[in-house]
């Protein structure tokens, strides 16, 4: 018999807490990433009032120096932790990954130069269309088409671009480059990002209409993602016959593996949090597992260093929390945790080797207080442990400090 009935796990992407004990080796411009701290440069340099989060618990988690905008509470109505990351890597697949029990000890590649032209000239050959090379580095998914938009119009050359994460993106005019053939082009690439020196989580298709400076992209969006290379607990939950329900971009960042519902993607965190809710509301849905990405905080504020932004995002979110509550039952417990840090004061543009926060919310809890603090797997082995099915890799469960 289940403790929880449900367990809804939503994912801050890139809400790190503190510098990770092993910061030292990932770096950002340089930099060692060893004074990040997402949570607490925000809160310290562009003030953060986030009274939901702080009531089951945020301003509890054990720091070198507290949050200083969000007060430690004397009963807090939840329970609280900080999780390192075990695996070789401070990207979004290895973060989910490990919260669903495995250990990457070979991470995926990233190119923040942009792809060699080894690369490229293989896409350009394949394809018989040129690639904007100044398009060919980290960029945002917006501003590459309104920067490069019109000549790709005018040339018919391909947009070819990456982010933090290791993936490839082709952006490519519908009326210009049709869907079909930009897909063909995708699946091309895919096949040659494989194995090292490119070793790449996805390739993703993304077409846009529309003209110079009123750009939009569509819903033909298409990832060629490759699946974990080992079981995680969202497979043995589906082969338990536990549904999983995917909230936006999960279902890519596990190429369905394990997914029973994909809920389909968000187009914003606020749009993320309307369907999460629609998913709480399926009369269906009365026992299983939910995994929500929202990815704002991270792609608009995170990687742009935009603290304020950032700010406003969690505030956006915090506001939102007592809706998801409002949505569950006494016997569903609801998980808020994060996969990376990405402190938006930090040096470069990457990524933060940070801890991750864990806020427990159940309103069948009598007690409150402390879980050990662990490791990122330590989120599935709970949830393996609670629907009666084998952990993955990694993780030890935290169920029984749930009371």
């Not at 490229?120 to 050959?125: C, G, P, R, W, Y």
């Amino acid at each position: 018999m289940s403790k929880f009935n449900r367990i809804h796990l939503v994912v801050l992407d890139s809400v790190g807490i503190g510098a990770a004990p092993d910061s030292d080796k990932f770096f950002n411009a340089g930099v060692a990433d060893t004074d990040s701290d997402t949570l607490g440069h925000i809160s310290e340099t562009a003030g953060l009032t986030v009274p939901n989060m702080a009531k089951i618990g945020l301003g509890n988690i054990p720091r070198p120096v507290a949050l200083k905008t969000v007060p430690a509470e004397d009963n807090p109505t939840g329970y609280v932790t900080k999780l390192e990351e075990v695996s070789l890597g401070k990207d979004t697949m290895t973060g989910h990954w490990e919260i669903m029990g495995l250990n990457i000890t070979k991470p995926f590649d990233t190119f923040w130069n942009g792809f060699p032209e080894e690369i490229l000239t293989k896409i350009e050959e394949f394809s018989g269309r040129k690639i904007i090379r100044e398009a060919n580095k980290p960029y945002s998914g917006t501003a590459v088409i309104d920067d490069f938009g019109p000549r790709q119009m005018e040339t018919g050359e391909l947009i070819v671009y990456t982010s933090a994460d290791p993936v490839l993106q082709i952006a490519a005019h519908e009326d210009i480059i049709p869907v079909e053939e930009l897909y063909k082009i995708c699946e091309y690439a895919r096949s040659i990002t494989l194995e090292r020196p490119a070793l790449l989580g996805r390739i993703i298709a993304r077409p846009y209409v529309g003209e110079p400076g009123n750009f939009t992209r569509t819903a033909n969006r298409h990832d060629y993602a490759v699946s974990p290379f080992q079981n995680t607990v969202l497979n043995k939950l589906a082969d338990a016959g536990v549904p999983t329900y995917a909230v936006g971009k999960i279902n890519d960042i596990f190429n369905g593996s394990g997914i029973t519902n994909d809920m389909g993607h968000n187009k914003s965190n606020s749009h993320g949090i309307d369907t999460l809710i629609k998913t709480l509301q399926l009369p269906e849905f009365t026992k299983g597992f939910s995994f929500t990405n929202l990815v704002d905080f991270d792609a608009n504020f995170g990687h742009r260093r935009d603290p304020e932004g950032y700010r406003d995002c969690l505030h956006e979110f915090d506001n939102r929390l007592p809706e998801i509550i409002a949505n569950m039952k006494e016997d569903d417990l609801l998980l808020i945790t994060a996969d990376h840090g990405n402190d938006p004061t930090y040096a470069g543009t990457d990524h933060t080797r940070e801890y991750i926060p864990l806020l427990a919310y159940s309103a069948s809890f009598t007690g409150n207080g402390l879980i050990p603090q662990g490791h990122f797997a330590d989120i599935s082995a709970t949830v393996a442990e609670n629907f009666g099915v084998d952990t993955a890799m990694i993780g030890e469960s935290f169920l029984g400090h749930l009371k």
